[in-house]
């Protein structure tokens, strides 16, 4: 397992992972406990509602399918209320309308338990680099999708011109899943200018994370991925 001692500092992460199947909720904490995160562990959506009722956490890695409830609505009231927290979704569905629902409403990752990475700790620590993990059929799925949508009519319903080409640029970096140091580098800005840039996408978008920048990017053909 990778050490934390390159990345962020372990006792700042604190992470709730939601997960009702007992073996895997086990794995995945030990694994994240022994990495040096701060875990508390929910097997409901009530229980997962009372962790976060506790104060912000870092990070929200949650299942979609809980014997209460569904995952999306657990990740919708995140975002609303945590806006900075980072949210991936592991799960077994690797539908459309599951795919499309989870990142709609705030998630910034999303890995289906099938190709579930070794190291969950290093996949945690690249979510909060900026990074948005994603488990390769989703992102080819993705990719489909985006092709397989009709041409946006001509005329002044795109939103292009709201963005100016360095926010565009940046945006694309964001769709690449750079960080924002990786952005900033490749761009030649400096760090602290990436993230005004970055709200200034929200705004002009009316979203409130990357995913949704991204999704709303792509819908609108400000990018192609």
Same mark, same amino acid.
């Given at each position: 397992?990778?050490?934390?001692?390159?990345g962020p500092k372990a006792e700042?992460?604190?992470?709730?992972?939601?997960?009702?199947?007992?073996?895997?909720?086990?794995?995945?904490?030990?694994?994240?406990?022994?990495?040096?995160?701060?875990?508390?562990? *929910?097997?409901?959506?009530?229980?997962?509602?009372?962790?976060?009722?506790?104060? *912000?956490?870092?990070?929200?890695?949650?299942?979609?399918?809980?014997?209460?409830?569904?995952?999306?609505?657990?990740?919708r009231e995140t975002r609303q209320?945590?806006?900075?927290?980072?949210?991936?979704?592991?799960?077994?569905?690797?539908?459309?309308?599951?795919?499309?629902?989870?990142?709609?409403?705030? *998630?910034?990752?999303?890995?289906?338990?099938?190709?579930?990475?070794?190291?969950?700790?290093?996949?945690?620590?690249?979510?909060?680099?900026?990074?948005?993990?994603?488990?390769?059929?989703?992102?080819?799925?993705?990719?489909?999708?985006t092709q397989s949508t009709p041409?946006?009519?001509?005329?002044?319903?795109?939103?292009?011109?709201?963005?100016?080409?360095?926010?565009?640029?940046?945006?694309?970096?964001? *769709?690449?899943?750079?960080?924002?140091?990786?952005?900033?580098?490749?761009?030649?800005?400096?760090?602290?200018?990436?993230?005004?840039?970055?709200?200034?996408?929200?705004?002009?978008?009316?979203?409130?994370?990357?995913?949704?920048?991204?999704?709303?990017?792509?819908?609108?053909?400000?990018?192609?991925?």
């Amino acid at each position: 397992m990778n050490s934390l001692s390159d990345g962020p500092k372990a006792e700042a992460i604190t992470v709730v992972l939601v997960e009702d199947d007992a073996p895997t909720l086990w794995r995945l904490q030990d694994a994240l406990t022994n990495a040096g995160y701060q875990v508390k562990a *929910a097997g409901t959506l009530t229980e997962a509602r009372a962790c976060l009722a506790q104060g *912000a956490p870092k990070v929200l890695l949650t299942d979609l399918q809980l014997p209460d409830g569904h995952g999306v609505d657990l990740i919708r009231e995140t975002r609303q209320r945590f806006p900075d927290t980072e949210i991936m979704v592991i799960s077994i569905l690797g539908d459309e309308e599951s795919v499309i629902s989870a990142i709609t409403v705030g *998630a910034t990752g999303y890995l289906l338990k099938d190709a579930f990475p070794t190291d969950i700790a290093a996949t945690v620590r690249d979510l909060v680099a900026g990074h948005s993990p994603i488990s390769a059929s989703i992102a080819r799925f993705i990719v489909r999708r985006t092709q397989s949508t009709p041409e946006p009519p001509p005329g002044p319903a795109l939103n292009t011109a709201k963005l100016t080409p360095r926010e565009i640029d940046i945006l694309w970096g964001i *769709a690449k899943g750079f960080s924002y140091a990786e952005i900033a580098s490749h761009l030649g800005l400096s760090r602290q200018t990436v993230p005004g840039h970055i709200k200034s996408i929200y705004r002009k978008l009316e979203v409130h994370t990357r995913g949704e920048a991204v999704f709303e990017a792509v819908q609108q053909g400000l990018i192609k991925l």
